[in-house]
């Protein structure tokens, strides 16, 4: 496929919360063309919302929308995938097949449209606020130009890796479920905050706060962890101290199993 985003047409099936965030940033980006954007689904007000919000088009169909478009991006329940998929099947002419649903592995795709183009996407929520995360993987039919695409449709919401779909699993508990993760040790701080007198509202911010700015700075010194935190720890200070707790604790342990057993959830779903 050559990429020509006056040109191109893109389809869109399922217009929840987290297509609606891809669509808007690539749209917010000019990286999409308004009317060569197609959306589908069977809440037709979700994809009248999303026509009106944007000025997309509005299919009544999955068999009209993959007769207008070049590219199809599958963003439905996961449970849903076959059903899907059949009704693709009826007018589908080797467009390049973008998805973000979770635990469908790429050779589900294939096993209803074995000559496809495939690349799986795992985003994760904080695509929403355009600082999200996420991973793609392709199938041997995707070529170059293909991949392109996919990657730089998908850093209208914040950044990109590429990787083997073997990895997907962890990824997936990784930074798909991570931000549930991190909301819970955001919280768990501000809530001993709050037991030594802090407003938790003060104390949220401030957690949520230095959460967000410790990450930037992460991002932004190459990922150099070890030297970040001495940079932070004054010897016999109070950072010492409660790095000290957390060096005493179980902490590794706790996070070896939390990542470990969400692995496997997400085997076990694919």
């Known amino acids: 496929m050559d990429i020509n985003l006056k040109d191109t047409r893109i389809g869109v099936v399922g217009c929840g919360k987290m297509a609606s965030a891809i669509l ?3 749209f917010k980006n000019n990286f999409l063309v308004s009317e060569n954007v197609f959306v589908y689904d069977k809440d037709l007000e979700a994809s009248a919302r999303l026509c009106s919000k ?3 088009n509005e299919a009544y169909s999955i068999k009209d929308l993959v007769s207008n478009v070049d590219i199809i991006f599958i963003a ?10 059949l009704e693709i099947k009826e007018n589908y002419n080797n467009q ?3 998805s973000i649903l979770a635990g469908v592995k790429i050779k589900k795709y294939e096993a209803i449209l074995p000559d496809a183009p495939i690349v799986r996407i795992m985003p994760n929520t904080p695509a929403l606020v355009n600082e999200g995360i996420s991973a793609l993987c392709f199938n041997e039919n995707v070529d170059e130009i293909d991949k392109e695409f996919a990657l730089k449709f998908m850093q209208n919401c914040g950044n990109v890796i ?18 549930a993760f991190y909301f819970e040790l955001i919280h768990l701080l501000a809530k001993s905050a709050q037991k030594l007198g802090l407003d938790y509202k003060d ?3 401030l957690s949520a706060q230095t959460a967000l700015g410790s990450a930037k700075m992460l991002i932004e010194n190459e990922f150099k962890v070890d030297e970040l935190i ?7 200070g109070c950072t010492e101290v409660g790095n000290n707790v957390l060096l005493n604790s179980d902490i590794d342990i706790v996070f070896d199993k939390l990542i470990q057993d969400t692995t496997n959830k997400a085997i076990e779903l694919g």
Do not use: C, H, Q
């Not at 590429?162 to 931000?179: C, M, N, Q, R």
């Not at 001495?230 to 016999?236: E, I, S």
């Open 24 to 26: 808007g940033g690539a």
């Open 54 to 56: 944007y000025n997309f």
């Open 76 to 85: 439905v329940k996961p449970y849903n995938y076959r059903e899907v998929l």
């Open 96 to 98: 390049l097949i973008l």
């Open 162 to 179: 590429a990787t083997a779909e073997d990895k997907i699993d962890v990824i997936t508990a990784l930074s798909g479920s991570g931000p």
């Open 203 to 205: 104390a949220i911010m």
């Open 230 to 236: 001495k940079n932070v720890t004054t010897p016999g």
